[in-house]
């Protein structure tokens, strides 16, 4: 969600879930697979006239059948349309018919990475993974937690997690990289633009909450050279698409950094003073997942290479410093001069 108003709910376009076995099993990956908004319809093996329950809430919008809940996500659906828990779907026909019970006793041991990419407005805003289905209750956006708080079979998730990699546009390459951060004083690598890069934040309670605060600045790298190539298909460097590095090994880049601060705390309030802040109050309830708030810049970093002087520019000040001298030397002169013919005047009258 962003200042503009507008709010994505389960993004899952352009979006991996990759099922994790358990750690103390290797942590091998079990199951890649794509997050679709519209993918397989369980129920398309089902009589055409069939109109399944919504079980006393209406029907959701975006139903495959106008007035019906065919399949257990479509009841669901209704549930978060008014705000209420859903649990396991116990005497759910169509939950019961999916497994859906047994599919999360399942995966309960399970972890999960997700991967992927997803389109932001160039505004305040934030994207986060929390547990349960959400859903918007009034001007709140709120999660169904039951099951995650639920826990059983002996598994209780936590939102230990590792930032793999998070970057805001595309990536540069590796070989661009590695060459520009040998030049000059201020190097930098890709740890440098994008800084989260294999973060790691480990809890033991199921109600903890991770924030991180990201200010995205965009940025340009313009090597020595970038803009002397005489076509006339050249560009300024502003117009240059993100991401691309310009004109062959003298071009510019074009990217964005960003700087970012952590907090973190216990859903269950509290002081600090386990932390070294025993001024420090935490303030109680919220919802557990890791959270990333994201302010883009209006500014733009320039960082442009340049030779600290020419051979022509070196002449000039030679012949500055050359002239200079003389001038100074002959006003002197001149002083001097002026000096002993009125001294002698003195002496004579």
Not at 30 to 41: G, M, V, Y
Not at 63 to 89: I, L, Q
Not at 154 to 180: N, Y
Not at 312 to 337: E, K, M, P, Q
């Amino acid at each position: 969600m962003d200042v503009s108003g507008e709010i994505q709910t389960g993004v899952m376009h352009g979006v991996n879930k990759v099922r994790l076995a358990p750690v103390s099993e290797g942590g091998a990956v079990i199951e890649t697979k794509a997050l679709e908004l519209h993918a397989d319809d369980p129920a398309s093996h089902l009589d055409p006239s069939y109109c399944g329950a919504c079980y006393g809430a209406p029907a959701p919008q975006n139903a495959a059948k106008p007035g019906c809940c065919n399949t257990c996500a479509e009841v669901r659906d209704a549930y978060a349309g008014v705000s209420w828990s859903f649990g396991r779907g116990e005497n759910v026909e169509q939950c019961e018919r999916e497994h859906y019970s047994e599919h999360l006793d399942e995966q309960r041991r399970e972890g999960c990475r997700i991967e992927g990419g997803i389109r932001v407005n160039k505004v305040v805003g934030n994207f986060h993974f929390a547990p349960g289905k959400s859903f918007s209750s009034g001007n709140m956006h709120v999660h169904d937690l039951e099951n995650y708080f639920q826990g059983g079979g002996g598994a209780e998730h936590t939102f230990s997690h590792r930032v793999h990699h998070l970057r805001f546009g595309p990536q540069l390459p590796d070989d661009v990289v590695a060459k520009m951060g040998k030049k000059g004083v201020m190097a930098w690598t890709n740890h440098h633009l994008n800084p989260l890069d294999d973060t790691e934040q480990v809890t033991d309670e199921k109600a903890y909450n991770f924030m991180y605060f990201v200010k995205v600045v965009s940025t340009a790298y313009l090597p020595l050279g970038w803009e002397s190539k005489g076509s006339l298909l050249d560009l300024p460097h502003e117009l240059i698409e993100l991401g691309s590095y310009g004109h062959g090994d003298a071009g510019s880049i074009e990217t964005h950094q960003y700087s970012v601060t952590s907090h973190k705390r216990s859903l269950q309030g509290g002081s600090g003073a386990d932390e070294g802040h025993k001024e420090r109050l935490h303030a109680r309830g919220g919802i557990p997942g890791v959270f990333f708030s994201y302010d883009i810049s209006p500014m733009k970093v320039v960082n442009r290479e340049a030779r600290s002087k020419t051979f022509s520019s070196f002449l000039v000040g030679v012949c500055a410093v050359i002239g200079g001298t003389l001038t100074v030397a002959a006003a002197i002169d001149r002083a001097l001069y002026e000096g002993t013919q009125r001294v002698r005047k003195m002496h004579q009258g």
